[in-house]
């Protein structure tokens, strides 16, 4: 019977073990197959991408840069902000931001400290700019087609009537405008409606009757005072998280949310925020202050609350701003998200805390 594993000559074992020739290497390297020539290839460049990334995590930390040589030249120390000048650490253009910041707070200053019931134009103009972001942006990144007009008109019937009408007018306005989003949509046939429908009662929700909260806030005699406020108590939170978590910031809070957002940022808020909260119930409504710590607990909770919600819009659209109105900050939906939810805390609490 023949063996299955048939013996080799001596002469062909020898010939396999023995070392090549030095002069035919060349040949057997261009006998080599493209995909092993193109590994090596690819090895060398992974080799000079770490060494790369090295240089650059040098510069990132502000350790000298090297020369060509690879030595290191003390002189030609890089600064970690030298690559981009006018971003801070929290990823924006902070001057910018801060003048867009000031020049929205003085309109509403202004509005409150004249005619308090100007107020109601501010908060009108801002809803109206609102809605058509964030209509936009649904438009654009996933073809929801939200009855813009219905939401628009409704939107500004929510502000207008919370004067002369308070809560039923914002309600009635309200009700009749998603019964006119249903309608609305009738023309686009049966394709989408019911996805665009729940979209735009969403958004109606979202942006308009939030927002009516802080109009029914200027309602009372003291008014201009509850919604500087509500106003104070956020910007308190806002500035209080910014600080800390550029300072102190290293435990992510949301990850897989707001990579930036972190629990000494959320810390900060929250001090900065009871603090402003509780000075200006104090100051500004005549109240003890200690009612201000409920308050600025539960301002922080939705200012922080409203910005982890409209992160979650923005990823599941795949958008990193819903407009680019404003410098420094992106549209003015990427301002609200902390104020409409707030505003809806403020005039609960304001109104059993410190009742007129």
């Known amino acids: ?50 060494q790369n990334g090295t240089a650059q995590d040098r510069v990132d930390e502000g350790e000298p840069e090297p020369d060509q040589a690879g030595q290191v030249r003390p002189d030609r120390t890089v600064e970690p902000d030298q690559a981009s000048p006018q971003r801070s650490r929290a990823g924006r253009n902070l001057g910018a931001a801060i003048a867009v910041g000031l020049g929205m707070g003085a309109l509403a200053l202004v509005a409150l400290l004249t005619v308090r019931h100007l107020f109601l134009a501010v908060i009108a103009i801002a809803v109206a700019v609102g809605t058509y972001e964030l209509a936009g942006a649904l438009r654009r990144s996933v073809d929801i087609r939200v009855p813009l007009i219905p939401v628009l008109v409704g939107g500004q019937a929510m502000i207008w009537l919370s004067w002369p009408w308070g809560r039923d007018g914002v309600l009635g306005s309200f009700v009749v405008t998603i019964l006119a989003c249903m309608v609305w949509r009738f023309r686009r046939g049966s394709d989408g409606y019911l996805r665009d429908v729940s979209t735009a009662v969403f958004a109606a929700a979202y942006v308009p009757l939030f927002a009516s909260f802080a109009a029914l806030l200027v309602e009372p005699h003291d008014g ?22 550029v300072l102190f910031g290293k435990h992510p809070m949301a990850p897989s949310i707001s990579p930036k957002k972190s629990w000494e940022g959320f810390g900060g808020s ?38 982890l919600v ?46 007129t």
Request: with cysteine; proline share 6%; aromatic share 4%.
């Open 310 to 355: 409209e992160s979650l819009i923005k990823r599941d659209l795949g958008i990193k701003d819903m407009g680019t109105l404003l410098p420094g900050h992106g549209g003015l939906m990427d301002r609200l998200d902390s104020l409409l939810p707030s505003a809806v805390a403020s005039w609960v609490l304001l109104t059993v805390l410190v009742p």
């Open 224 to 245: 201009t005072a509850r919604v500087l406020c509500f106003l104070i108590a956020v910007v308190c939170s806002d500035t209080g998280g910014y600080a800390a978590g």
């Open 1 to 50: 019977m023949a063996s299955e594993h048939p013996v080799r000559a001596p002469h062909a074992v020898a010939a396999e073990h023995s070392t090549p020739d030095p002069a035919d290497r060349t040949q057997v390297d261009q006998d080599q197959p493209a995909q092993v020539r193109a590994d090596d290839g690819q090895q060398a460049e992974q080799g000079r991408a770490a």
């Open 270 to 307: 929250m001090l900065i925020g009871i603090v402003g909260a509780a000075s200006s119930v104090q100051l500004l409504l005549h109240s003890h202050w200690w009612w201000g710590v409920p308050f600025g607990v539960a301002i922080v909770a939705c200012a922080t609350g409203g910005d």
